[in-house]
């Protein structure tokens, strides 16, 4: 089956700066990867999501870049806020199957 | 849209007792939904996959017998957590996949389930 890796596990940063956090997948043939942030208590909402026939996409502040050939993608959040401040998951899905693969979770702290 | 609604919000009951979690796509159809528990500080695992008319899959490691899943409706799953016990405790939550055609899940608010 597909196995996520999602790191770092916790990232702290001061308002304004850059945010990056990785993920890497096992299966090939995984052709979906949303993001989504989850505030404590509540539940996930996407964020962000990239398929496999594309390799960058933006919405305002954030951006997903996809490698196909290494299997990785990443989030990047530019001009953090401290309403940034929450945990991303990143998640892979296979073509087909619509189970997704979930990370473990990247709690970002942005510091005002 | 495409809102995700959870029923009850929390609950707090004695070991023993079963406890029933609603989950329903409010705006939207959905063949499929996912049930989850997340740990504090923990990543979504996944439980099961409910699909509408047919009995859900189970992860390995999950007991069918304990968690039962019935998806009725195309707008409905239930979770029902039998003869829970504190080690249940937990924040179970549902998703559901549109018919749209893409995977992208619709995460309902959760259920903070307290086995006393």
């Known amino acids: 089956g597909e196995n996520v890796e999602q790191h770092p596990s916790t990232l702290s940063v001061q308002e304004g700066d850059s945010a990056v956090i990785k993920c890497t997948y096992s299966?090939?043939?995984?052709?979906?990867f949303p993001w989504y942030k989850q505030e404590l208590g509540k539940r996930p909402q996407l964020i962000i999501d990239i398929r496999s026939n594309v390799g960058e996409k933006k919405d305002q502040r954030i951006a997903v870049t996809l490698n196909k050939t290494a299997k990785h993608f990443s989030l990047h959040i530019t001009e953090t806020q401290p309403e940034d401040s929450a945990v991303y998951f990143c998640?892979?899905?296979?073509?087909?199957?619509?189970?997704?693969?979930f990370g473990r979770g990247t709690s970002l702290i942005v510091h005002p | 849209g495409a809102v995700v609604s959870q029923h009850p919000s929390w609950v707090i009951c004695k070991s023993g007792t079963s406890v029933k979690i609603e989950c329903r796509s409010l705006d939207f159809q959905a063949t499929t939904m996912f049930w989850y528990r997340q740990f504090p500080k923990q990543s979504l695992m996944l439980m099961a996959t409910?699909?509408?008319?047919?009995?859900?899959?189970?992860e390995q490691g999950v007991e069918k017998d304990k968690f039962l899943i019935n998806h009725a409706s195309l707008t409905l799953s239930t979770l029902t957590v039998t003869s829970a016990h504190p080690e249940d405790s937990s924040f179970y939550i549902c998703?559901?996949?549109?018919?749209?055609?893409?995977?992208?899940?619709?995460f309902g608010p959760g259920t903070r389930l307290l086995v006393l």
């Open positions: 998703s559901a996949e549109g018919r749209d055609g893409q995977e992208t899940q619709y």
């Open positions: 299966d090939s043939a995984s052709n979906y």
């Open positions: 409910s699909n509408e008319g047919s009995k859900a899959t189970y």
């Open positions: 998640a892979a899905t296979s073509g087909g199957s619509y189970i997704p693969t």
